[in-house]
C-alpha cells in the first residue's frame, strides 16, 4: 500500500492511476483527517448493469400486477426487510 498526499497525486495522476490499475493500493491523504482510497471501478461497480436493468423491468410488472404494499413508516420497512 502506498500513501501520498493530494499534491503528489494531482502532480503524478496518470502514474498511480496505473498503479492501482496493476493492482496497488494508493491512499491519498487530503489534510490531517481526510483520506481517500483509489480504485478502479469495474462493470459491476456501476448500479444500472444488466442485471438492475433487469430487476427495474421485472419491479414495474409487480406494479402493473398489483403486486405491492404500501408503507408509512420507517419501523414498517424495517419490518418487511426482515431488520
Request: charged content about 35%; hydrophobic content about 35%; overall charge positive.
Amino acid at each position: 500500500m502506498l500513501v501520498i498526499s493530494s499534491r503528489e497525486f494531482r502532480q503524478n495522476q496518470k502514474k498511480y492511476f496505473e498503479k492501482v490499475d496493476k493492482g496497488e493500493h494508493i491512499i491519498v491523504q487530503r489534510g490531517k483527517d481526510k483520506s481517500y482510497a483509489l480504485t478502479p471501478v469495474t462493470e459491476d461497480d456501476l448500479y444500472f448493469n444488466a442485471e438492475m436493468i433487469n430487476r427495474i423491468k421485472e419491479s414495474v410488472l409487480e406494479v402493473k400486477h398489483g403486486q405491492t404494499k404500501q408503507v408509512s413508516s420507517s419501523k414498517e420497512i424495517t419490518d418487511l426487510l426482515g431488520l
